[in-house]
């Protein structure tokens, strides 16, 4: 008689710490491929030959192996939190300002912006991520103090913060997002002072988490928008429903075809070479490996996280 189906949902079926150790050893094989991003001076220091992988179950149990306990700068990871941050202040308004098609273009592209009238493509690439900054600029009374108090209160970290020279030297070496801003500014899809968007952009990138940190910090993306340590909505069902959707089209640039076919699962990766992931009501999971690929996701983190959903069913396909 044939066997029924398993079901990959089912966590007990899994031996999770075997599959990350194997991961970790399969990964660190490879150390040594792919590139640190440059374009940022600070982070041309990082060491390319570190891998982390950070799970968090929906109970809340943690399995991580490698590095997965050493701070990183987030980057783009943090365009998924404030994208939250923004829909809480304004709701469905947001995309009055903002669409929600992958770009297949660099996520620092100015090209379409100019026939797209101002209107980024998504939430998830720097221009889309400058206009929700704009959002929460205009909405919170003290913007830093809030995307601060939502990176603490999710990750659980009270620690979190700004890497100092990461910002610096983003802030001294953003020309390319200096003329996003501005040219978003002149088609009026900004309304405060660019360099009030840029600060706080600047600040979204220059957080320093780790992988246990950032697969907490999302748990409430895979359990239908409910902190499940505290029972407390953290966005509605439908709007967590939305965001997964958006990393899965969006959160990998125009790598975010490859990245479904290889990976399958909503996922936002970051120059630092974070890529954070959801299993819709299963788990939350981040993996950090700072050298990337030629399109800016972390070359061996989308390795790891394409053999973790190999070895788990566990993509969404
Ligand atoms: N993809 C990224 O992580 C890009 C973020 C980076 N801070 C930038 O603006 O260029």
């Not at 002072?193 to 895979?222: G, I, K």
């Not at 299963?282 to 983190?301: F, I, Q, R």
């Amino acid at each position: 008689m044939r066997k029924p189906p398993q079901n990959p949902h089912d966590l007990s079926r899994h031996d999770l710490p075997d599959i990350l150790g194997t991961i970790d050893e399969e990964v660190r094989q490879r150390f040594g491929e792919g590139e640190v991003a440059d374009y940022i001076p600070a982070l041309a220091c990082v060491p390319k030959e570190r891998f982390g992988m950070a799970l968090v179950t929906l109970d809340g149990e943690v399995h991580a192996v490698g590095d997965a306990r050493e701070p990183f700068s987030i980057q783009s990871i943090s365009k998924v939190h404030t994208l939250t941050l923004g829909l809480e202040a304004v709701g469905d308004d947001l995309w009055k300002r903002l669409g929600r098609e992958p770009s297949g273009d660099p996520f620092n592209s100015l090209i379409q912006l100019e026939h797209e009238k101002g209107i980024p493509r998504n939430p998830f690439i720097n221009a889309g991520a400058m206009v929700v900054a704009d959002v929460i600029l205009s909405h919170y009374d003290q913007p830093e103090g809030a995307l601060l108090h939502f990176m603490r209160g999710r990750s659980g970290n009270p620690e979190v913060g700004r890497d100092d020279e990461i910002w610096e030297s983003e802030r001294r070496s953003g020309y390319r997002n200096v003329a996003l801003a501005n040219f978003i500014r002149s088609f009026d899809n900004i309304e405060n002072d660019v360099d009030a968007v840029l600060d706080f952009y600047y600040l979204q990138c220059a957080l320093r988490m780790n992988c246990v940190d950032l697969a907490r910090s999302a748990q409430f993306l895979a359990a239908d928008g409910r902190c499940q340590a505290s029972g407390k909505r953290v966005t509605s069902e439908e709007q967590a429903t939305r965001i997964n959707a958006i990393m899965l089209t969006c959160g990998t640039y125009d790598a975010a075809g490859d990245f479904a076919f290889h990976v399958g699962l909503p996922a936002k990766s970051g120059v630092g070479g974070g890529i954070l992931a959801v299993v819709p009501s299963v788990m939350s999971l981040c993996v950090w490996s700072p050298a990337l690929d030629e399109k800016g996701n972390s070359l061996l983190g989308g390795y790891a996280l394409h053999r973790f959903t190999r070895m788990t069913g566990l993509s969404v396909f």
